[in-house]
């Protein structure tokens, strides 16, 4: 079984790729729910709306979100009203929301929803929500006071200088069942060319994730959101700034440091690489930017031959497990 913690659109091309290269029953995705908001009155989780989609096939590639042949007559129409419309939901991708919010006002849990939207999608991989609570990523910036990840991402473009960043409940939340056991019990774990900041953040700032991952059995393998210094799209390198991480794949390797075994960086980046490895951490070199479905294909199937060699199904030894654990711990087994 393989653990995939996701967020963003390079999270959902990367699980594209994967479910290209595995059986989607040996993949459990633990997702971000930092940027989920009230949208029309609606629920609305996008990271975990990307990640059904592509499982379900219905993900729009040109856009990267929504569903794929969509319409947008609602949020004409909604326009005509004088409601906002920068947030674009499609028609369909609107039923969606419709019915999550729906389970909700029912009594369900964020998690049984999405368990309730996976079946009827017919998505065998296991989608968990970070946390059942709601944790809100808040972006502060020095001209316009703090906003919301949506806003500041889809609404402002991601033009505002940032000061910081902050997971709002985050301290106060608990680990969607389920997503402790899948991180510690995984052949491996791997943490998607996501945004370090604003996509994996808000799932380590959830108490006792971060730990858990530290604990894990399997190897823990991250894919770097960065070429050069530069990110492969969006405002990663802006972020980890704020958050007093350098634009790079040491960057990336410092916000994971204290539990990741193997970084896989772009070939363009195989100097710096050299730099990171004198730290004690594996780095592997491979084509990391996914413009096709082989480019996806080929980037998991490298990640997977990193992060459990000579495995197929079978786990890792109980004692390779217990080794990892112990040097993530800073001690000798």
């Not at 505002?160 to 985050?170: E, I, K, T, Y």
Request: aromatic share 6%; glycine share 8%; charged share 20%.
């Amino acid at each position: 079984m393989i653990c995939v913690l996701s967020g963003g659109t390079g999270g959902a091309k990367f699980v594209d790729g994967l479910r290209q290269v595995m059986p989607a029953e040996e993949i459990t995705l633990v997702v971000n729910t930092g940027d989920d908001l009230l949208w029309w009155g609606l629920y609305v989780s996008p990271d975990i709306d990307s990640i059904t989609y592509v499982l379900s096939g219905m993900l729009s590639r040109e856009r990267g979100w929504g569903v794929k042949g969509d319409t947008f007559l609602c949020l004409q129409a909604m326009g005509q009203l004088g409601e906002p419309t920068w947030f674009h939901t499609g028609d369909r991708d609107l039923a969606m929301h419709l019915l999550r919010s729906r389970l909700l006002a029912e009594g369900k849990t964020l998690l049984e929803a999405t368990e309730v939207i996976s079946q009827k999608l017919g998505v065998r991989a296991r989608v968990l929500p970070m946390s059942n609570s709601r944790v809100e990523t808040r972006i502060q910036t020095p001209n316009v006071g703090e906003l919301s990840f949506e806003e500041y991402f889809v609404q402002r473009w991601y033009q505002d200088p940032v000061s910081s960043v902050r997971f709002a409940g985050a301290s106060d939340a608990e680990p969607a069942p389920g997503v402790i056991d899948a991180i510690t019990s995984a052949d491996a774990v791997i943490i998607a060319p996501s945004n370090p900041v604003t996509s994996i953040g808000p799932i380590l700032a959830v108490p006792s994730i971060r730990e858990a991952l530290v604990r894990a059995q399997g190897k823990i393998a991250a894919v770097s959101p960065i070429v050069g210094n530069a990110p492969v799209a969006g405002p990663a390198g802006i972020l980890m700034q704020a958050q007093g991480l350098p634009c790079s794949i040491a960057g990336v390797a410092q916000a994971y440091e204290d539990f990741l075994d193997i970084l896989i960086c772009d070939t363009r980046d195989a100097r710096t690489a050299e730099t990171v490895r004198k730290t004690g951490l594996r780095v592997q070199c491979a084509q990391t930017i996914m413009r096709s479905a082989d480019d996806k294909a080929a980037l998991a199937r490298e990640v997977l031959n990193c992060a459990r060699p000579n495995m197929t199904d079978a786990a890792r030894s109980r004692s390779d497990a217990e080794a990892n654990s112990f040097r993530r711990l800073g001690r000798q087994p």
